[in-house]
């Protein structure tokens, strides 16, 4: 007999798709993708006891199941509640759902400094992209805007402690991947930050992987080398022989320049598996000391498709570039919290047709010609 | 920092409370316990003894340390005034008390004298509502404040420091 | 005057001692219980009794505990919550205090009945002098044979352990005083997975409240039914209320759940009418967390029936007219009390008290209490009024824990019954500063709509 393993059925804006008992409603909406995947800025599928905290992927529960059809009551956090047989859930096609993330979307947002045109992350920034289709004309939010104390976290790990969104991902990664945990969640409330208590450099060997969990631009790699906007980077994939950790990065380059190595994300700003199936954080000497071409093997261009309204442009993958922000928002009106196409310097280059690497040269050239 | 023999045996006895292995969940009364001895305030220092001695993380210490509201993370004056300002303490003229302590000693919430006798701190709810306004004073509380009964708390405060 | 099954004896001289307690009749519980019943009798006892958990949610206890896993080999844990920080409620102290040895005796019951052989009290830090009165009342129940290994013959070991808090409502939310308790912040748990299967050290665990578990010796010793009898409808038993604000007779008092709230108020027995030959404006009922009602519709319901001092009736009317019991903290303001300033009050309360792990709570309490600030100061306009109740809405149901809701209540009750209120504030912001707004029409009776057929 063959073990056959009854599958759940669930229905997410009227599409419906079967998986395993124990999976969560957004593992289940990441099955069928696109715009009923609610967005996800704490859960993290590689780090255990992540979600739960951000609020962003909320969702109705019309239907508890087959057998107590009943909906639940509450919104409930997508990512921490698990399917049963027969649930319908309802993302996008729910006003409450909206309304609910309209306004998890500005409470991230009334402390957050928006500085966007001086952020590392500009471009691959969470937030930002959360902000560009929920976020509201104006802020409402008139008051002074938190600040904090800074706190230097050593040589490789840059902390912006007024962008953090107390997603505890990089808590969960001190302790998961890197095994030692020095810095932590301090203070409690509007005043809790992520620090380290008295000043101590984090220096393990695996730590680095806490910038690439981060979703918006609080920790960002100190080694990244000019300072660079993402976008004016290409990102390729490549190897080295390493002896920590599977070698296997993303570099972000230059011309022949290696501005930045990262791990390899997939297609939710996840850290991929590596190509023996693994999950691909990489060690702090791929991360911050390989900065030369000679010690990669460059694959190729990136392949992923993500969904971000920015960053799409530099990536070689299944979906074509689109051209305007307002086909890459799929017709939908993207509500401006502030005009990034003024902040940016994105939207004065058509980053499609930059073929080859994007070398300054290539932009100023394109700039000229606008 | 170091705990004596005598110490370290009344550590051992809120150790016991829990099954073995548990010992991280005598964190809490064993901060309480080196905050008393430390002179009021849990230095950076006493924080990484506890975590010793609780063969736990730093880090770990830090994040409970700065959770709780009971923990001096700075040095505190000899007496501490911690007065509840909370709705139903409002009612009954907390507001009044906190504006008397600092016509009398030129303090205000989160200040220290200068002679570092008296340290002026709001709070919320003590549960002790129904003996509005109040205090606490260390481990006590002093309820039903008026101004004389804060006239004789600031000469206790004076005469136990000499 | 209405029975008295907790309280009765608390003021007997030396009560607070093993010694005399036993001499009143202590421990006869205990004895019962070991003796005589199995655990599932007395968790079918206290079913029975239609006790419902004091600490404020209301859920009932009998039924909570028939929820607890008994997996193989797996211990299971009591924990009494002593955490009691809810603004206006202050009950739980005075009998621990006064009484601990009832306390105690529950927790022997309650233990034996759930299988616990180690049982916590987990006491605010700030309560430092009731811990050590609890701690001296636990080892005098060990010596006296009342906890400890095989207690009475019965083969059922027990023991019982106080521990401290440091300062943070948040640990009274009971998946945050189980992490508390295993010494770390006190962050509410993501449920499921619910104590009841998986709570302190990954192990199934009640938490219930002081007085609900204090409950469960009159229960034990007169039967369920006979328990059942006191109160009205669903509201059995007695309930202690601990009132405050602007009354003759602040304090701790224990009432059959039949009396009225009018009665509550103005007789002697209670709270001796408002301070100062004042007049009601307006009261918190349940703590702070519940929403506030103008005097008119706390005396009597939107249908114009007496309003009583029980789960139904005081929730009648939902949070449109209604409010809740609660936690039994009750907040009396008389007529020259400001609404507004109360609400930022509050506000403040739950912004210092919000553990910061989720969104909406750690933003949204911030914001509501500058706004509240901003209004009291006479410095708000009317859109602010809109925004509150626009950021309270937002928060309500979208959290971790009920914190949230119980930030966002308040809010939204008081811009619904005293809109008027905050209005004049925006109107007349320099008279704000120096006057209150006053009695209004908020003691003036209602007219009462025309029942709908
Ligand atoms: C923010 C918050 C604070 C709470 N504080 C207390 C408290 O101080 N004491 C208490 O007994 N219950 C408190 N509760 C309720 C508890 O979570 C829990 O429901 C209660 O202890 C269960 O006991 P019971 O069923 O006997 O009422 C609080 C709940 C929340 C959400
Ligand atoms: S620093 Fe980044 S990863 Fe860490 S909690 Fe803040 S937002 Fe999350
Ligand atoms: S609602 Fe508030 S107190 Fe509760 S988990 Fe969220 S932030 Fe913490
Ligand atoms: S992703 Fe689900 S709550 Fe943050
Ligand atoms: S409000 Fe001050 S003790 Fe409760």
Redesign the interface.
């Known amino acids: 007999m063959s073990e056959q393993k009854q599958l759940f059925k669930v229905t997410i804006d009227n599409i419906t798709v079967e998986v395993e008992p124990g999976t969560t409603i957004l593992n289940a909406a990441r099955k069928i993708g696109g715009d009923v995947t609610p967005p996800a800025m704490c859960y993290y599928s590689k780090l255990k006891d992540s979600g739960g905290k951000c609020r962003t992927c909320l969702v109705e529960v019309a239907a508890g199941s087959t057998a107590d059809p009943r909906p639940m009551p509450k919104l409930v956090a997508s990512c921490r509640t698990t399917v049963m047989d027969g649930m319908v859930v309802k993302n996008i096609t729910s006003d409450r759902v909206t309304d609910a993330r309209n306004g998890v979307v500005e409470f991230l947002l009334i402390n957050h400094p928006l500085d966007c045109p001086i952020c590392d992350q500009a471009g691959e920034c969470h937030l930002q992209d959360l902000s560009y289709e929920h976020g509201k004309g104006a802020s409402r939010y008139e008051f002074k805007r938190r600040t904090f104390d800074k706190h230097d976290l050593g040589p490789y790990i840059q902390l912006h402690m007024t962008r953090c969104i107390l997603c505890y991902r990089c808590v969960y990664t001190a302790d998961q991947v890197s095994k030692e945990r020095r810095h932590g969640v301090l203070s409690r409330g509007d005043h809790a930050e992520i620090a380290t208590y008295i000043e101590k450099s984090l220096d393990n060997d695996f730590i680095g992987n806490v910038i690439d969990v981060c979703p918006v631009g609080a920790l960002t790699d100190k080694t990244f080398r000019f300072k660079n906007r993402v976008w004016f980077t290409k990102p390729v994939d490549a190897h080295c022989n390493c002896d920590k950790c599977s070698g296997e990065v993303q570099l972000w380059m230059r011309g022949d320049e290696v501005l930045r190595v990262t791990a390899r994300k997939d297609e939710w700003g996840e850290v991929k598996d590596t190509t023996k199936g693994e999950p691909g954080w990489i060690c702090n000497t791929c991360r911050f000391e390989r900065k030369k071409i000679s010690d990669w093997v460059i694959e190729g261009p990136s392949q992923v498709s993500r969904h971000s309204v920015i960053s799409q442009g530099h990536y070689v993958g299944m979906k074509k570039p689109n051209e305007t922000v307002a086909k890459v928002m799929g017709g939908r009106d993207p509500k401006l919290l502030m005009n990034i196409k003024d902040v940016s310097e994105v939207n004065q280059v058509e980053l499609s047709e930059i073929k080859g690497p994007a070398t300054s040269q290539v932009f100023k050239q394109l700039k000229k010609g606008n | 920092m170091k705990f004596s023999e005598e110490q370290l045996k009344k550590v051992e006895e809120m150790i016991s ?1 829990y ?1 073995e292995g ?1 010992q ?6 064993l ?2 316990y080196t905050q008393q001895q430390n002179g009021g305030w849990l230095s ?1 220092e006493a924080m990484d003894y506890v975590a010793e001695l ?1 063969k ?5 210490v ?3 340390a ?6 001096n993370l700075q040095p505190v004056g000899k007496t501490v005034f911690e007065v509840c ?4 303490c ?3 003229g907390s507001d009044d008390i906190v504006a008397y302590i600092y016509e009398k000693l030129g303090i205000k919430p989160g200040q220290t004298t200068e002679d570092g006798l008296f340290t002026l701190k709001t709070v ?9 306004p109040m205090m ?1 004073l260390g ?3 002093r309820e039903h404040l008026t101004k004389e009964k804060i006239d004789a708390l600031i000469a206790e405060g004076k005469a136990k420091a000499n | 005057m209405g029975r008295k099954l907790l309280l009765e004896k608390a003021h007997v001289e030396g009560i607070r001692h093993y010694d005399v307690y036993r001499r009143e009749g202590g421990y006869r519980s205990v004895e019962k219980v070991l003796k005589t019943m199995s655990p599932e009798a007395v968790v079918e006892e206290v079913k029975k009794s239609g006790l419902r958990g004091r600490g404020g949610a209301g859920f009932p206890t009998g039924m909570k505990w028939s929820f607890l896993a008994k997996p193989e080999g797996v211990p299971r844990y009591l924990v009494v919550n002593a955490d009691e920080s809810e603004p206006g409620t202050f009950k739980d102290r005075y009998l621990m205090e006064f009484i601990p040895h009832l306390l105690i005796e529950g927790m022997i019951c309650a233990s034996y009945a759930l299988g616990s052989n180690r049982s916590y009290i987990y006491i605010r830090g700030e309560y430092w002098w009731v811990k050590e009165i609890l701690e001296v009342a636990v080892q005098e129940a060990r010596n006296a044979g009342f906890l400890g290994k095989n207690i009475l013959g019965s083969g059922f070991d027990c023991d019982i352990f106080v521990q401290p808090g440091a300062g943070a409502y948040i640990c009274g939310e009971e998946t945050a005083l189980i992490e508390s308790l295993e010494g770390k912040r006190g962050n509410p748990r993501i449920k499921p997975p619910f104590p009841a299967v998986k709570g302190l050290w990954g192990c199934p665990t009640v938490v219930n409240n002081v007085e609900s578990i204090a409950a469960v010796v009159p229960i034990v010793n007169e039967g369920g039914e006979e328990y059942a009898k006191l109160g009205t409808g669903k509201s059995t038993g007695t309930k202690l209320i601990s009132a405050c604000g602007n009354i003759n007779k602040p304090g701790v008092y224990e009432i059959e759940m039949n009396i009225s709230v009018e009665e509550f108020i103005y007789s002697d027995e209670y709270c001796g009418g408002i301070a100062n030959g004042k007049k009601l404006k307006a009261c918190i009922p349940g703590g702070s967390s519940v929403p506030i009602l103008p005097a008119n519709l706390l005396l009597k319901t939107a249908k114009g029936e007496t309003r009583m001092m029980t789960y139904e009736s005081l929730s009648d009317g939902g949070f449109a007219t209604g409010t809740m019991m609660g936690s039994g903290g009750f907040i009396v303001m008389d007529e020259d009390q400001c609404v507004v300033k109360h609400t930022y009050t509050l506000a403040r309360f739950y912004r210092h008290e919000s553990c910061g792990q989720c969104s909406p709570c750690r933003e949204g309490t911030g914001w509501m209490e500058k706004i509240l600030l901003k209004i009291d100061q006479g410095k708000g306009s009317m859109s602010d009024i809109d925004l509150l109740w626009d950021i309270q809405r937002k928060i309500e149901g979208n959290t971790i824990c009920p914190l949230g809701d119980a930030a966002a209540w308040p809010v939204a009750a008081a811009i619904r019954h005293f809109r008027d209120e905050f209005e004049w504030h925006v109107t007349n912001p320099s008279e704000a500063l120096v006057r209150n707004y006053g009695l209004a029409n908020y003691a003036k009776p209602l007219e009462i709509a025309a029942p709908t057929a």
Do not use: N, W
Request: with cysteine; proline share 9%.
């Open positions: 409370h099954p548990k991280k969940s005598a964190l809490i009364p901060l309480h950076a609780l736990i993380t730093s880090i770990e830090y994040e409970v700065t959770f709780y509201s009971m923990y300002q909370t709705g139903p409002m009612l009954r919320e709810c003590l549960g002790a509502c129904g003996y509005a606490q481990p006590d509380y």
